[in-house]
C-alpha cells in the first residue's frame, strides 16, 4: 500500500481519507488518474452529487500532502470520445486498470466487478466495501398520514398538499423561506441514497432533472437553466385501501373478474386514478390468483412483493414489452398513456392476447377513448378497449363499455350512409353516450347529449339555429331604438322568440300585424313576441332560485336580468361576483367548492340572494 492508485468510485465516497484514518501508512503515494478527474468533472458539470464529493476528495488529499502526510500526482491519459461513448461498457476502467499495472501500485476501488477484473489479471487491488446504512430522507419529516405531496423551492417556505382525493388543502409547513444552500444539500442526500439503497432507484437523470423512485416516495428534483431555481417535489400516496372499500356494483365486480380484458382507468391529476389501480391490481393478484406485472416509468405504484413492476428496458418501454410478452403475465398495468409509443405498446399487447389495464389523464369519461381512437383503426377499439372506468375524487363515477355495431350514426337520416360505428354505452344502465365513426378520412366522436338536443341539462343550439338568431336580432334592431333590450331565441325549426320590453311592442307588431308578417316572411319561421319587464337600476338585493341538475346548479335570476352583473350573497355574506347567461342564468357545475357552499346553504336554510352592479 506504499502506492495507491484510486478508481472514480474509491474517490466519491472517501475510500482514501479513510484508509488513512484506519491504517498507518508511512507517507503513501497517491496517483489519481487522469480518467478519474475526466469523470468527476463531467458528473459535477452535469450537476451531480457524486461528482463535487470526488472533487471535494482530492481538495482533502491536496491539503494532507501540503501537511506532509502523503504524496499526491495524476498520471494516465483523459479518456478519448470512443472511452467515453462505452464507458459502460468499462473502458474508463481498463484506463485505469492499466495506470495502475504500469505503475506497480495497487488499485483501490468500491466496484465489486472492477477488483474481480483486476485480480483476474493479476493486478494488486484493495476492495474496499462501504456498508449502507438505513437512514430516512430529511424530507420524510414533512410528512403525515394524511399529506399527498411536499414542495420545496428555494427562496419559497416549504408548502404541501394535504387531504385525500377531492377534499385537498394547500398548506405552509413552516415560515422561514428555504435557501439554496438548504435545498442543495436535500438534493445531495436524496441522490446519494439512490446510489446506495437497494430500493431507491434513480428513474430519470436528464439536463436540469432528476427522478428518484425512494420507497413509497416519488421524488422530481428541477435545477437550472431546465428551472429558475431549484426545486424538490415528493409526492407520496395517503390511501392504500382495498377494492372491496370502493363499494362496486356486483354487476362491475363481476365484468373485472370475468370480462374485462382491456380496461382504461382516467380522471384528472389528483383523482384517485394510481389509489384504484393499486386496489384492482392486489385484487387480480391476491383474490384471483393471477399473474401481474406492471409497466412504470417513474416506478410508483405502492404494490405487494408478488406484483413486479418494470420501467424502461435500456430507455424504452418496447424493450419492456417484448420482455413481458415472453414472461406471460395475465395482466399488465401500464402507468401511464400519454404519447403516441405509449398507446400503440398498449394496443399491440392487447392483441397479443395480455390482458392490459392503462392509466389516462382524462378530464371526461369519454376523453380516455378518445384519445386511444385517434390512435388505432377503428375497428379493433373494442378489442383493446372495452371497459373504461372515470375516476373523480377517489371515487368511480362512470364506466363506460364499448361495442362495434353496423348502423346509420345517430342524426343522420339517409340509409345509405350506414357503416360501421362503436357504441360507447353507460355499463350500468346501457344508456348510449357516444358513438366512434369515420367520416371521410376524420374519427368522429359524437356526443349523444348533443345529437339528441341537450347538453349540461338545456337545450342545444345547432349553427343553423345561431345563425338564424343573429338574423332576427340585426332586422329587429333595425326597427327598435338604438341600445334598446332586446334578445331573440330559436324555440325550434318552425319557430323563433322576440323578447322585447313591452313599449316597444305595437311597433314590431305593426298595423293587424303586418310588419312582424313581413319579417317572418323573410326569415322563413314563425316569431312570438315576449316582454321583458324594464326594471331600475338599484343595489335592492332580491331572493334567487334555484335549480338542480345532474351536473350543475342553476342560480336563476329570471331572463329580464339577462347578460347582467351580479354579486351573489348567503345571508349577507359575499360568494361570488358573475355575468348571466342570456336566461338571465348563472350555471355552477357541481362537485366543486362553490356549488357545495351553496348545497349546504340551502339545506340550512340560509337566504341566498343577488345584487346588480
Known sequence: MKRIIPDTSAVIIGAISEILKKEDLDYPEIIVPEAVVCELEHQANANRSEG????????????????????????????????????????????IRDLARSEMGTLLTNDKVQAETAKAQGIPVYYFEQKYVEKALSIEKFFDENTMSVHLKENVCPMAKKGTPGNIDFVKLEDEPYSYSQIHEIIDEILDKANSDSKTYLESAKEGSFVVQSREYRISIAYPPFSEGLEVTAVKPVANINLDEYRLSDKLLERIRTNAEGILISGSPGAGKSTFVQAIAKYYSSKLNKIVKTMESPRDLQLPDEIT?????????????????????????????RKNTDFNIFADMRLAGVGMIGVVHATRPIDAIQRIASRVELGVIPSIVDTSIYIENGKVTSVY???????????????????????????????????????????????MDLVN????????????????????????????????????????????????????????????????????????ISLGVEIIE?????????????????????????RDNGRQNFDVYIEGEYLLTATTSKKGEIKIKKGIELSDFIIEAIEMGLEITAVKK
Open 52 to 95: 463535487r464529493k470526488g472533487l471535494k476528495e482530492l481538495q482533502k488529499l491536496q491539503h494532507l500532502q501540503y501537511e506532509g502526510e502523503l504524496a499526491v500526482s495524476f498520471k494516465g491519459k483523459r479518456p478519448t470520445n470512443y472511452d467515453i461513448k462505452y464507458a459502460k461498457s468499462g473502458e474508463i476502467d481498463s484506463i
Open 309 to 337: 413492476q418494470y420501467s424502461p428496458l435500456e430507455g424504452s418501454m418496447e424493450n419492456t414489452a417484448d420482455v413481458l410478452l415472453l414472461v406471460r403475465p395475465d395482466y399488465t398495468i401500464y402507468d401511464e398513456l
Open 401 to 447: 363499455e364499448t361495442k362495434m355495431t353496423v348502423k346509420v350514426p345517430t342524426g343522420m337520416k339517409e340509409a345509405d350512409l350506414a357503416r360501421p360505428v362503436i357504441e360507447v354505452r353507460d355499463f350500468e344502465t346501457g344508456e348510449l353516450k357516444n358513438e366512434i365513426y369515420t367520416y371521410g378520412e376524420q374519427t368522429i366522436v359524437m356526443d
Open 453 to 524: 338536443g341537450t347538453e349540461s341539462g338545456e337545450k342545444y343550439k345547432s349553427s343553423v339555429d345561431k345563425i338564424a338568431e343573429k338574423e332576427i336580432l340585426r332586422k329587429i334592431k333595425k326597427i327598435l331604438p338604438k341600445k334598446s333590450k332586446v334578445d331573440v331565441e330559436v324555440i325550434s325549426p318552425e319557430r323563433a322568440n322576440i323578447y322585447i320590453p313591452e313599449e316597444y311592442v305595437p311597433k314590431i307588431i305593426g298595423k293587424n300585424g303586418k310588419r312582424i308578417a313581413e319579417i317572418e316572411d323573410e326569415i322563413g
Open 534 to 558: 324594464e326594471k331600475p337600476k338599484n343595489k335592492t338585493p332580491f331572493e334567487v332560485d334555484i335549480i338542480h341538475t345532474r351536473k350543475q346548479l342553476i342560480l336563476d335570476l329570471g
